[in-house]
């Protein structure tokens, strides 16, 4: 059984979710929400971590949710790995 599409369908929803402004301090309050997005950003399917970027930046329009999302473990660190394999994408196709 693949789980790809299964990872796929879940960060759809929980971008989706976000997408809505009324949604967005409760996802970030929420004690699972966060934590599986930024397990998201490190999973292979780049479309799998292109949404939960999306996510993560409608949350983050939310003021008040900023100073969470920043100070949430492993966050900082994942989004480093993203610019990093980004970078090294652009520099081998010569961006």
Do not use: T, W
Request: aromatic share 4%; with cysteine.
């Amino acid at each position: 059984m693949n789980a790809e599409p299964d990872a796929l369908a879940v960060v759809n929803q929980l971008r989706d979710l976000a997408a809505d402004p009324m949604n967005r301090r409760a996802i970030v309050q929420d004690q699972g929400c966060l934590p599986g997005l930024i397990l998201f950003l490190d999973h292979p399917n780049p479309q799998v971590v292109y949404s939960a970027l999306l996510a993560i930046r409608y949350l983050a329009e939310c003021r008040a949710n900023r100073e969470k999302l920043r100070a949430e473990l492993g966050m900082m660190l994942s989004l480093q790995n993203v610019m990093q394999k980004v970078g090294g994408v652009c520099v081998r196709r010569r961006c």
